[in-house]
């Protein structure tokens, strides 16, 4: 028996083996085939051939990082409401939809106590309406490995529908944020996820401690598989503000802006401008 072998019966028991030779067949990258552009769940203005600006595509991971207390969740609320209703318009839910049906929307939290997920989830409702394929998730009591078994156990069911997942966060898949082989295999699954069902995957990663990296090898494995990364820093001045900063783009990034929280609903407080 060869090692390969040896070491898959070891992992996997009697599970069926890769088939490498099939999976090779599917690889390869036909370049005469017509392609579109990359479909995408939200835009920001125009750039100068008149084409949206994609801020989440399909198939893709984003992360949204920053210190702790500096209003992430409320920055994720804003992309989850303008997925469902957003048009460029309005404050709460600046970026513009391209939702076509009634995709639904995995809004999973990891942390927060069952009170304040639910207000979360109920500031999502209050911002964007009610919207039947928003499904907020509290799985704050399971252990890591219980929280990815569910997790996948929401996908497969939706795996037809799934337009966006937010995780929330990212740290509270792993046992051990250190563990290079876990964080590897966690950055692997949510890939697969995203391009098998097609849709996009964002979620939170805390920033270490006087440091601009995120935190453990799991924030070194997803940051290495992202198409886009925004970062949330506090205002200096003002204690309800925080400034975005869309620090990673495939395509074109949008210019920094800030947004504020007025009576608990976060909302853009200046236009964002365009980097050519």
């Known amino acids: ?6 070491l898959w019966e070891q992992e996997h028991g009697d599970a069926p083996k890769f088939d490498a030779r099939a999976a090779m067949h599917q690889c390869w990258i036909d370049t005469s085939k017509p392609l579109g552009p ?9 750039d100068w051939e008149q084409n949206p600006i994609c801020v989440l595509g399909e198939g893709d991971i984003s992360v949204i990082s920053g210190f702790a207390k ?52 109920k500031r999502v409702e209050y911002i964007a309406g009610k919207y039947e394929g928003y499904k907020p998730m509290g799985l704050k009591r399971y252990t890591a490995k219980e ?18 997942i937010c995780i929330d966060g990212f740290v509270d898949l792993a046992e051990d944020f250190n563990d290079q082989v876990e964080a590897r295999e966690i950055s692997e699954k949510l890939m697969r996820w995203a391009t098998d069902y097609k849709c996009h995957i964002t979620g939170v990663l ?9 935190i453990g090898h799991i924030g070194s494995a997803i940051i290495r598989k992202v198409g886009t990364a925004f970062t949330v ?7 309800n503000a925080s400034w975005v900063t869309h620090s990673l783009a495939r395509d074109m990034e949008i210019d920094r802006f800030k947004f504020e929280i007025i009576n608990g609903i976060p909302k853009k407080a200046d236009e964002v401008s365009i980097n050519f």
Do not use: C, W
């Not at 409401?81 to 513009?96: A, C, L």
């Open 206 to 214: 805390h920033l270490n401690p006087g440091s601009n990296k995120m």
């Open 147 to 164: 929280r990815m078994a569910i997790i996948e156990a929401a996908v497969d069911t939706y795996k037809d529908r799934i337009g966006l």
């Open 38 to 46: 990359q479909p995408m769940l939200l835009s920001y203005g125009m």
């Open 1 to 6: 028996m060869s090692t390969f072998e040896e």
């Open 70 to 121: 500096t209003k992430k969740t409320f920055f994720k609320t804003m992309l989850i409401s303008s997925y469902i209703s957003g048009d460029e318009m309005d404050p709460g839910k600046p970026f513009r939809t391209h939702r076509t049906g009634n995709e639904i929307i995995l809004d999973i939290d990891t942390e927060q106590s069952a009170f304040h997920a639910q207000r979360a989830a």
């Open 233 to 239: 820093q506090k205002d200096d001045e003002d204690k």
